[in-house]
C-alpha cells in the first residue's frame, strides 16, 4: 500500500502542483516577458530499488517534495528525525515505509 499525503492535512490525498497559481512562484510580469500554458506536476510514481537516501545511501522509502519542486527521498530511519519539519514545508509526502513490515509471497511458511 502506498500513502501520498499532503503536508497540510492529514489526509490521504494526490497532488498537482499549478506553478502558475503557486504564491511562491509567481512573478510580476514586465512587458517583455511572454507566458506559456504549461503546468508541470510531480509525477507521484513508487519509489524504486535504486533510488537512495539523501542522508546516508538506504534504500528511499519516503520521497517529500518542497514547494520550490526539489525532492528529497529518506530511508525510514533519516525519515523519521526529520519527519516534523518536513511535514511543516513540504508540498507533497509519498511514503511507502510500510513496504518495510510487508512479507513477501515467496517467503518460508515460518517467516509469515
Known sequence: MVRQFDARQDEPSTRTIDRHHHPSTQTPQ????????VTPTIDAS??????????????????SVLASG?????????????EPRLREIAVSIHDETDRLAAVPAIAALDER
Do not use: I
Not at 514586465?30 to 500554458?37: G, L, M, N, Q, V
Not at 513508487?46 to 519516503?62: E, F, H, K, N
Open 46 to 63: 513508487a519509489l524504486a530499488v535504486t533510488d537512495r537516501c539523501d542522508r546516508c545511501g538506504a534504500q528511499a522509502y519516503v520521497r
Open 30 to 37: 514586465s512587458k517583455y516577458e511572454k507566458r506559456c500554458d
Open 70 to 82: 526539489s525532492e528529497l527521498l529518506f530511508c525510514r530511519h533519516h525519515w523519521h528525525q526529520n
